[in-house]
């Protein structure tokens, strides 16, 4: 964690300044100040604290990506990070194109909404907040390489 925190904003600030970021022009990066704010929101969201991602199971985690991206999530390739859910899905952020992350996004948006029992206010615009960023990610369409 305090790696992440000395080194990983700095390495996420090279990648948006390289155009390079699943972030970077999808939520207006004009200051320092909202540099992590979309990530920090959607980890927020997505109930990422403890490496967890919302209810899954990593069972029922790997078919949801599987079945929406049509990706193996528990590959290597995106444990780069750890073994954890949402080391995974951090990894995926960033190793696909803003268009496969937006997809799976709003699909995780979508279920979080289906299978919330009650939802807070807080809840509500957290939701709407993170739908704006999936749809920022999907506005560039599929990626061709």
Known sequence: MLFHEACG????AD????DA??????????????????????????????GYVLNFSDRTFGE???EVVDIEIHSDEYSIHGSSKAK???????????YLVGRLLKALID????TACET????????ERSREIASRLLAGGPSLD
């Open 64 to 66: 949801f990506v599987h």
């Open 88 to 98: 995974k899905l951090r990894a995926f952020w960033e190793v696909e194109s803003d």
């Open 111 to 114: 279920y979080a909404q289906e």
């Open 21 to 50: 970021s699943i972030f970077g022009g999808s939520y207006g990066w004009a200051s320092a100040g909202r540099l992590h704010h979309a990530p920090s929101l959607v980890k927020r969201f997505l109930g990422m604290g403890g």
């Open 120 to 127: 807070t206010e807080e809840a509500k615009k957290l939701a």
């Open 9 to 12: 904003h700095g390495l996420e």
């Open 15 to 18: 990648l948006v300044a390289r």
